[in-house]
T-cell receptor, first 114, second 113 residues
C-alpha cells in the first residue's frame, strides 16, 4: 500500500459524458501527478500540481482539467468523453514535486467509455 | 531526459536472480536512473534509484557502469510475485525539472516455476 488513494476504482460511462476522478496523496506529500495508461500509448504524464498550483503540463487534452484543493487532494475532470479516453488513470504523489523526489502511485481508476 | 532502451521481455526461473538490463548511453551527469515496476495494471511501484554508485535496498540492487551508459537491476531471488513490467527511467535533476516521470515500454519479466 503506497498511501495514495484513488476513487472510484472503476467507472463506466457513455460518450459525451463528464466524470471526475479523485486522488488523495500520501500524508505529508505536497505534489500530485496524474498519468494516463492506455493500451496504445503506454503510461503518459498528464499534469502536476504542487501545493494547489499547477506546476507542469504534459499530454493533457483540452477536454481534461485538474485541480488540487487546500487539503491537497486532487481531482481530474474529463469531459465530452470519447471512446479513446478509455484507460487507466493513475495519481502519484511526492513530497516536494521535484525531480529528486520519489513518486508513489495510487491503485488507479479504470475508465471505460461506451 | 535521456532515452532508455530495454529488452521487451525476459524469463527467469523462480529462486534465481533476475538481471534486467537498461541502456542509457546519452545520460548526462545530473541524471538519475530510476526503476519502477507495474504488476498487472496496478499502480507502478518504486523499486530503487541511483546516480553513479551501486545501490541496494530490501527489494533489489542497482548496478550502474562506470561510464553510466548502462545499468542492471538485480532481483536476487525472484519469486512468482515479481512477474511484472519493469521500467528503467532516467530523470533530469536540474532546477527546471518538475519531477514528471517519462515511461518507456519497459521489460516484461516472467518468473517461471
Amino acid at each position: 500500500d503506497s498511501g495514495v488513494t484513488q476513487t472510484p476504482k472503476h467507472l463506466i460511462t457513455a460518450t459525451g459524458q463528464r466524470v471526475t476522478l479523485r486522488c488523495s496523496p500520501r500524508s505529508g506529500d505536497l505534489s500530485v501527478y496524474w498519468y494516463q495508461q492506455s493500451l496504445d500509448q503506454g503510461l503518459q504524464f498528464l499534469i502536476q500540481y504542487y501545493n494547489g498550483e499547477e506546476r507542469a503540463k504534459g499530454n493533457i487534452l483540452e477536454r481534461f482539467s485538474a485541480q488540487q484543493f487546500p487539503d491537497l487532494h486532487s481531482e481530474l475532470n474529463l469531459s465530452s468523453l470519447e471512446l479513446g479516453d478509455s484507460a487507466l488513470y493513475f495519481c502519484a504523489s511526492s513530497v516536494n514535486g521535484i525531480s529528486t523526489d520519489t513518486q508513489y502511485f495510487g491503485p488507479g481508476t479504470r475508465l471505460t467509455v461506451l | 531526459d535521456a532515452k532508455t532502451t530495454q529488452p521487451p521481455s525476459m524469463d527467469c526461473a523462480e529462486g534465481r536472480a533476475a538481471n534486467l538490463p537498461c541502456n542509457h548511453s546519452t545520460i548526462s551527469g545530473n541524471e538519475y536512473v530510476y526503476w519502477y515496476r507495474q504488476i498487472h495494471s496496478q499502480g507502478p511501484q518504486y523499486i530503487i534509484h541511483g546516480l553513479k554508485n551501486n545501490e541496494t535496498n530490501e527489494m533489489a540492487s542497482l548496478i550502474i557502469t562506470e561510464d553510466r551508459k548502462s545499468s542492471t537491476l538485480i532481483l536476487p531471488h525472484a519469486t512468482l510475485r515479481d512477474t511484472a513490467v519493469y521500467y528503467c527511467i532516467v530523470r533530469y535533476t536540474g532546477s527546471s525539472n518538475t519531477g514528471k516521470l517519462i515511461f518507456g515500454q519497459g521489460t516484461t519479466l516472467q518468473v517461471k516455476p
